[in-house]
């Protein structure tokens, strides 16, 4: 072993004490903690698809049942509170500018867009339009999917060697944690990071046969260099393991009443480059009760290669909302 890997191992050791440590003094804090849990009063978000809520006409990346299937806005819902698009303004109350395959700082998107906005250009925006942030309001980092997607991509193609692939991931999850400081420094209290889940345990991922491992270590680089650099930041900044969240499911799928975690329920196939991993693949922003392989939709894991169904989505907002209320 490196001297170099010793010593990010021992960085990530140290930030999951931190965080650990964190965790247990709120939960030492008694009951008197779930009493004055925190209600939020409202929720703005910036990310990826992860958080797109329907920048593209109303559409997000489930199937589009007409349900709230999205993990954000389900969570908002726990709460009583609805998730625009920025497109309704600030002013509208919940809100998100997520924008699908955008990337934290880098351009083009995973997809090979130019125009769509980076999660910094998404903050600036929010600030521009006179966004402030309230006492209660929470904030969602929902972003790193695009990230990871974008250099496996070009790992892929030959532009990259797997280490060069891990570094330019590692830069993204640092350039996460300064949006998440940005914030802090801007007046936001609460801050929500949710990050990439296990990119091997996806179609895409299992696709690739033994190189199904580099796809799980793509989107652990990016956690692990955020966790990192957010080491100082516990009293604010509250990481969501959304790992954790889809390994548990996955191994267990019974419990949420699938019984298929391989396919992607829906064939609406992009002809372009859609959610950015290769043109001519299904793309769930546009996906219906009418582009569907099986009626049963409700039984299938994932929508596309990379995004869940409704049923999971929904699982993910209540383990979200699960771990806020322990929290804070």
Same mark, same amino acid.
């Given at each position: ?22 965790? +247990? ?5 008694? =009951? ?27 559409? %997000? ?15 908002? =819902? ?9 497109? #309704? ?12 395959? +955008? ?7 995973? &997809?090979?867009?130019?125009?769509? @906005? ?20 929470? #904030? ?12 496996? %991509? ?25 949006? +998440?400081?940005? @914030? ?7 801050? #929500? ?5 296990? @990119? ?20 652990? &680089? !990016?956690?692990?260099? !955020? ?10 900044? @509250? ?17 949420? =009443?699938? =019984? ?10 992009? &002809? ?28 299938? !894991? ?18 979200? !909302? ?7």
């Amino acid at each position: 072993m490196t001297s170099e890997r010793r010593l990010f191992q021992r960085r990530t050791w140290l930030a999951s004490v931190a965080w650990g440590g964190a965790a +247990a003094l709120v939960a030492g804090c008694g =009951s008197s903690s779930i009493e004055s849990a925190l209600t939020p009063a409202r929720f703005v978000a910036f990310g990826d698809s992860a958080v797109d809520v329907g920048q593209r006409s109303g559409a %997000t990346y489930s199937v589009n049942d007409g349900s709230l299937n999205n993990w954000l806005t389900h969570l908002a =819902s726990r709460y009583s509170l609805t998730v625009r698009t920025d497109a #309704v303004g600030v002013a509208a109350g919940s809100v998100s500018y997520g924008r699908g395959q +955008a990337r934290v700082v880098t351009k083009p998107d995973a &997809a090979g867009n130019a125009a769509t @906005l980076t999660v910094r250009e998404q903050i600036d925006a929010f600030i521009a339009a006179g966004g402030r942030f309230a006492a209660n309001d929470v #904030v969602i980092l929902g972003a790193g999917l695009s990230d990871v997607v974008a250099e496996l %991509t070009r790992m892929q193609a030959g532009q990259q060697t797997d280490a060069q692939m891990s570094t330019a991931i590692r830069a993204a999850g640092t350039a996460l944690a300064d949006q +998440a400081r940005r @914030l802090v420094t801007a007046g936001a209290r609460y801050v #929500v990071m949710v990050g990439p889940y296990n @990119l091997g345990l996806s179609p895409w991922g299992r696709a690739q046969g033994n190189r199904a491992g580099v796809w799980t270590s793509a989107a652990a &680089a !990016f956690n692990e260099a !955020f966790l990192v650099a957010t080491v100082d930041m516990g009293a604010n900044v @509250l990481y969501i393991d959304a790992p954790y969240f889809y390994n548990l499911a996955l191994s267990n799928p019974g419990f949420y =009443s699938i =019984s298929n975690v391989a396919d992607a329920v829906c064939n609406s196939v992009d &002809a372009g480059a859609g959610i950015g991993t290769g043109t001519g693949q299904v793309n769930s922003v546009l996906c219906t009760t009418g582009t569907l392989t099986n009626a049963t939709y409700a039984n299938f !894991f994932w929508a596309d290669r990379l995004h869940a169904n409704p049923r999971v989505q929904r699982e993910m907002g209540n383990y979200a !909302f699960d771990r806020l209320r322990a929290r804070w």
